[in-house]
């Protein structure tokens, strides 16, 4: 009885010292504790595998997180190319409609790959390196009022992650995305034929809940992703204007 208490007692300080600390906490059932700040800038890559403008904005994006670690990204395979030649193995309609938001929401004249999108705000050509990095300049120096928090536990191939936000603003919407953190591909058809692909920080899963203060949700593991090749990435979306208030990364 006294032992399963002290462990109660030390599962509650964690979690206080995280919400105090505004770091972002996962705790997995075997490996020691991950922290991730909440101060990051994140870019939305709207990609294909069969689109042969994509590989220059792939390397691009994967480049700038590997050499600036506040940054964070999410590559969103959309299924439009699928049709001509090659269907993407990372491909989904959900990523499609996911542009089609931005476009209205941006007032964008069309959907187009690669497109990149720099905290819900700015968008451009993917592949373009100075208004990827001005975009990024743009929206570094801005704060956030807004934390998010949370315990990542892992059971099998089940992730749950029980997360917490500092406070809630009215319309507001929290994504939660299992991201595969690199992937090279044969190409076999299409316009990339015999190229092998790489891509970056590749969303697996995106689900989008209204925002509340505290939640939780299961995300199961594909059968194809290693662990140890893969994070969790979150974060916070208004929903109309779609500028993103706070967002943190959790590697398994």
């Known amino acids: 009885m006294m032992r399963a208490i002290f462990i109660i007692a ?3 300080t964690c979690w206080a010292c995280t919400n105090s600390s505004g770091k972002n906490v996962a705790v997995n059932t075997d490996t ?5 700040n909440t101060s990051k800038v994140l870019i939305e890559l709207f990609t294909s595998q069969g689109c042969s ?5 792939d390397r691009l994006v994967g480049n700038i997180i590997t050499t600036d670690t506040n940054v964070i990204s999410l590559s969103y395979h959309v299924d439009y190319w699928d049709r001509l030649g090659w269907k993407d193995v990372f491909s989904s309609h959900d990523y499609t409609l996911r542009q089609q938001h931005y476009m209205s929401a941006l007032h964008a004249e069309s959907l187009y790959t690669p497109q990149a999108i720099v905290q819900g705000t700015y968008e451009m050509v993917g592949s ?4 990827v990095l001005d975009a990024i ?3 570094r120096g801005q704060s956030s009022d807004q934390t998010i928090t949370g315990i990542t ?7 749950t992650f029980d997360y917490h936000l ?4 009215p319309k507001q919407q929290i994504a939660i995305t299992l991201v595969q953190n690199k992937a090279t591909t044969s190409i076999g058809k299409g316009e990339n034929a015999g190229a092998q692909l790489t891509d970056y920080n590749i969303v697996r899963n995106l689900t989008v809940q209204p925002a509340q203060e505290t939640g939780s949700i299961e995300i199961n593991l594909p059968d194809d992703l290693k662990r140890d090749n893969a994070s969790i990435v979150l974060f916070i979306q208004d929903e109309q204007t779609r500028e993103i208030e706070a967002i943190t990364q959790v590697h398994l």
Do not use: D, E, Y
């Open 166 to 169: 500092s406070q809630i603003k």
């Open 137 to 139: 300049n743009k929206v």
């Open 32 to 36: 020691p504790l991950h922290t991730s």
């Open 10 to 12: 030390i599962l509650f």
């Open 128 to 131: 373009n390196r100075t208004r």
């Open 53 to 57: 403008s994509c590989p220059a904005a």
């Open 153 to 159: 536990t892992i059971k099998g191939s089940t992730i």
